[in-house]
């Protein structure tokens, strides 16, 4: 099977995000989704020196503990991730690979000063989650400014892009998925996993 697996990482208290995000992987991707906690080491991916967690890490471990019908793994944390080069990311996946992972630390109102909404940390963090699953289907970042798969360095510059990927980037997302589903066809059970964790030498981009 071809499910996207939805994975909390950290003490998420707040669920109220899940639904509106399986629906909009499946309205974007057609897959399927499952929403389930994997059983995770976070003190592994913890660098005191900086107080972030490495997001390649988490990656790591999400991709390890994908159960054989799913294609995908997409982690939503609430910790802060770090890669080695950069100060913080929001996110990061493999390219053309099974992981992916995106933080809602740093999309909080609250995080900057300013007055706590729901609805606009949700919008964030469907963006923030459609660029990074669009990142495993092989998207690299796009220069459409409205384009979902924009690159983000500031939580503005989330605000300012769509939630959709521009046509060029659809027709590529498609192409994606449909490798994904011949992919999860061909392969039986673990060998669909030996897979992704193989496509792990794949530099991970954020
Ligand atoms: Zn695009
Ligand atoms: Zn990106």
Redesign the pocket.
């Known amino acids: 099977m071809d499910y996207v697996y939805i994975v909390p990482v950290g003490s998420i208290r707040d669920d109220f995000w899940v639904e509106p995000l399986e629906h909009a992987v499946m309205r974007t991707f057609g897959l399927k989704t499952r929403y389930r906690r994997f059983d995770l080491d976070l003190a592994r991916a913890y660098d005191a020196r900086r107080g972030q967690y490495d997001s390649a890490e988490i990656l790591r471990q999400l991709i390890a503990a994908l159960p054989p019908d799913g294609c995908r793994v997409l982690g939503v944390a609430d910790v802060d991730l770090f890669i080695p080069i950069l100060t913080f990311v929001f996110?990061e996946?493999q390219l053309n690979g099974a992981g992916s992972v995106a933080s809602l630390h740093r999309l909080h109102n609250e995080y900057y000063g300013l007055p706590r909404d729901k609805h606009l940390m949700l919008e964030r963090l469907l963006k923030e989650a459609l660029?990074?699953l669009?990142?495993t289907f092989g998207l690299i970042?796009c220069h459409d400014p409205r384009c979902v798969?924009r690159?983000?360095t500031y939580v503005e510059d989330i605000d300012q892009k769509s939630a959709e990927f521009c046509e060029a980037c659809r027709e590529k997302v498609r192409a994606g998925v449909a490798a994904c589903r011949r992919q999860a066809r061909s392969a039986a059970g673990k060998t669909n996993r030996g897979n992704a964790v193989r496509s792990y030498d794949v530099p991970p981009?954020?």
């Open positions: 996110g996946a660029h990074e669009g990142h970042h798969l690159s983000s981009i954020v």
